[in-house]
């Protein structure tokens, strides 16, 4: 089972910034892909970026050019860097893994609330 601890989350005002923290065991971070999620309120959780073991990146379009995640395999801990918010990135945000090729993990954590005020 992927354990997964996500942190950083808070209250900002709209153009503000917040880094996202999501630490996980060494037995599987180094060459899995991990990803960020959020769930907004009423809404589906979405994936919205993601970095592969070598570094490779994607973004949704709704965060592209906003939101930078970033891996540091010597702590074992994915980033998320997000900002220019908007209140419409306000949701939980999750983070997950999965082995190249497989599905995302059905174990997710507790999430971290990220709440931007207009």
């Known amino acids: 089972q992927v354990q997964l601890v996500e942190s950083g989350g808070g209250l900002v005002q709209t153009g503000g910034s917040l880094r996202l923290s999501c630490a996980t065991s060494?037995?599987?971070?180094?060459?899995?892909?991990m990803g960020w999620f959020r769930q907004a309120p009423g809404k589906q959780r979405e994936l919205i970026a993601h970095i592969t073991s070598g570094g490779t990146t994607n973004y949704v379009d709704s965060v592209k050019g906003r939101f930078t995640v970033s891996r540091d395999n010597a702590k074992n801990t994915v980033y998320l860097q997000m900002n220019s918010l908007k209140p419409d990135d306000t949701a939980v945000y999750y983070c997950n893994a999965r082995r190249p090729g497989y599905l995302w993990s059905g174990s997710w954590g507790q999430g971290t609330q990220v709440t931007v005020s207009s």
């Open positions: 060494r037995t599987i971070f180094s060459t899995y892909v």
